[in-house]
């Protein structure tokens, strides 16, 4: 468990200076991190599983100037892991799918707060390497911007080991505790977090032009499948 | 010194691999200038070799605020090291590089953000949780590959058409059309983002039987899709909606 917990740490620093401070290649979306914390804990189809959701849920809000959105790396950190965790052999009941991706709020918002400190932090970085560079060193500028994604990098692998904690202790400790009855109960909200990631998708792109092409593709795909399933 | 004596190839090329820090040492003052003055620091370290106040000078301008989005950085970092090079052989005023960056990053910020997080994200995201319904990893394979196809491409592209001059930057820019692009990733999302939709919506659906049960939740689908979107729009974040859900599975346990 320890090795998951430190690989975890890494991928998760990977994931974390992905999101801002290296290379943006999207490393850091919900879906690719919730299933390798799937794979890590042991379930890469219970984590894959709520990474596709988590992927829509957050995208209304984009990473603007110095806006900063909430941590939807975060939320896939504790969602995959808690579902690897809660899930058993025939997969993740809809009551934890619902709870695991719920659950996961917390670690988006407290994520977004970290980001906010680490950016402070590293304005004084900034401040220390102009005046360094004003001395005349201009090696200054390497170790600056070595500290910076130092920064983000640490600050991404100790919120990780927090949610993957965090993740394992609601999939194995928090979620058995509810019966298979209450969990059904709780699924009731499971419809609804679906239909937040297409809101959030169609409110990126919704222009004039689009929002027909929105609603009748939902029109045409629901009539469609459901008539298949009827048929099927 | 002549244009000759510019920067060579090894140099920019360490600059272009640069670029991919230019928000490593992201701060509210500053920004993005950190990133900058790292990224373009090989080709002023070239330029001003043996000359280490102008060097200081030369590092110190790309220190000043700086901020635009990430991917479209790379058309103001080449032509900046082109801008250098006038400086450095004495043919444009060192402050023409401020001007030159001011004037473009602002612009092209609003670009790169409606283009790259307005447009291109949502889709690729869209369509890799689709296709990961089907198999996870095609789903991870596919929104890597939508989203890095765009963008390596214009990273490289505007490197290069910056590299080339301010006026080859400008009309990449121009020629690039990232209005119509836009656009078309926009409707491509919102086709995804609709099948999307009615897919998870007709899963719900067919658990409540016959047609008058799947069209009434038909209707509160499409009604709730747009009271969500409404409500982001007016700035209501995901996180606000999802935690009074939150509070409203918590009172269904507590019963």
Redesign the interface.
Known sequence: MVWAFLLAAILGAIAYLDR????????H?P??VA?AMGAVFGN??A??QV???L????????????SIP?DDTGAAIFAGTASAFASSSVGLDMGSF??T???S?PC??LGKTVDRLV??V??R???L??EA??R?D?QA??H??L???TL?ALAGAVLTLVYAGAGMAAGKLLLPR?GPE?RL??A??L?????????????????E???P??????????????FF??MG | MTMSDGVPKKVRRSVWWRQ??L?????????Q???F??SI?PA??HLYGGR??E??KA??RH?EYF?TQ??MGGVILGASVRIEERIAAGDADPRAIGTFKVGLMGSL?AIG?AFF???L??????A??IL??IH??L??AV??LL??GS?LSIRSHGYAAGLAGEESAVQYLKSAGFASRT?D???I??????????????????LFGGTTG?AGF?LV??L???L??VL??KAV???E???F??I??SL??WQ
Not at chain 1, 20 to 27: D, E, I, P, S
Not at chain 2, 24 to 31: H, Q
Request: aromatic residues 10%; contains cysteine; proline residues 4%.
């Open positions: 801002t401070a290296a290379f943006q290649l999207m490393l979306r879906l690719v299933t890469v189809y984590g894959a990474g596709a959701v992927e829509l849920l957050y995208l209304a809000r984009l990473p603007v100037g110095a909430p619902a709870a991706l719920l659950l709020v988006a918002e950016r402070r590293n304005g970085i900034s401040a390497t102009l560079v004003e005349g201009s500028v390497d600056g911007l500290a910076g994604v983000f509810f209450s109960d709780f009731a909200l419809p609804v977090l679906p239909l937040i990631g297409a809101a959030s998708v169609f409110s990126c792109s919704r222009t032009r689009t929002a092409a929105f609603y009748l593709t939902m029109t045409a795909v629901f009539a469609a499948t459901l399933r009827w | 991919f820090l928000q490593g040492c992201w701060n509210y003052e500053g920004m200038n950190v990133g003055a790292y620091l002023l370290r280490p106040e060097l200081t590092v110190k220190l901020n990430p991917s910020g953000d997080w307005g447009a994200k949502p889709m690729a995201s869209v890799g949780a990961a319904l996870p990893f789903g991870i929104l890597l989203f890095n963008h656009e990733r926009k409707i999302a919102a086709i995804l983002g609709g099948a999307w939709a009615g897919a998870v919506g007709s899963r719900t659906a067919y799947s038909f689908s499409v709730t899709v747009h969500l979107t982001f729009r974040s995901p996180s909606i999802l935690l859900l939150l409203i599975g269904i346990l």
